[in-house]
């Protein structure tokens, strides 16, 4: 197949675009690296990778003239750059991928594969999270991400296009670089990598529900070849690990002396996570393959090497 990955300079886009390669794939990234990586490009030599923005309708209706499927990934991402940043937020995410969706309609585009967010379900009800779970988000980045998962389904009911909506949650892996609005692996494998403790919020006994990247471009491989199908899913490993589990794997990979300490619970996070993925399980065929201990391996290796 054709495909355009737009954000494919970034964390996760960059091994989406990899995998198609692999798999005899041809790709075109856009990517306006503000958030992305000239480094992360090097691996995707055989793609054409495209600088600019989502937000440029024009552009974006050119790319899809040469693509069959869309892999639409970038996105201001985080609920903190949210809160700093609303409008930009919402130009991205929601306005962004209006212009995705209206050149993908224009250009008879046969599938748009969305990543979305478990971040859209706000305030968690109860355990574990299926795609019913009530939607309430409770930052401008939930809301956008919301919004711009109802445009992808609406725009598959009123075109003939189909959009299959991946609701990710927390993904991890290699190309995933330390940020100050990001995920808690980098940051704790930046703090051990230099020797500082990690620093803990509440009393470490949160759980997360962590998938690797790896699973989460098969995923996004698996939707696209879904014939016929659109609908939102839950991307994640189906397990919990609490935070102090996650520290005290990492320090036994990195530096066991490196000590822990614990802040006050930060507003706005939640305190448990775990995803529900059979319906992903029975129409995508998607299941999990690298289990926590050997993808934080392959991760902190690979993060010692390019100094996160
Ligand atoms: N990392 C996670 O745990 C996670 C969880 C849930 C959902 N997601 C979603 O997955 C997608 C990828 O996230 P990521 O973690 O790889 O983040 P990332 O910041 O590494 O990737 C986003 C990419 O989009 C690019 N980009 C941003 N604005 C753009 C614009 N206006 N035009 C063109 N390119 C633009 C950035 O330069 C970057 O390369 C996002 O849609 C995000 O909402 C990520």
Redesign the pocket.
Known sequence: MKALV??G?????SNVAKLLLENGHEVVV???????YRENLEALQQAAFVE????DGELVAKLMQRVEVVFH?????GNRRSIDNPILDSQ?NVI?TLHVLEGARHAGIRKVVY?????IFGELKHLPIAEDHPTEPDTPYGVS?LSAEKLCLVYAQLYPLEAICLR????YGVNQRYDAYG?VMPIFARWLLNGEPLLIYDDGEQTRDFVNVRDVARANLLAAHAEGLSGAFNIASGEAITINHLAELMRGMVDEDVGVEYQPPRKGDVRDSLADISLANKELGYSPSVDIENGLKEYIAWAAKEMI
């Open positions: 737009t954000g300079a970034g964390f996760i886009g856009l990517d306006n690296l503000s958030t992305g600019g923005d989502i937000r990934l970038a996105a201001s991402v991205i962004g990543s979305s967010s478990a971040g991400k990710y949650f927390n993904v995920n």
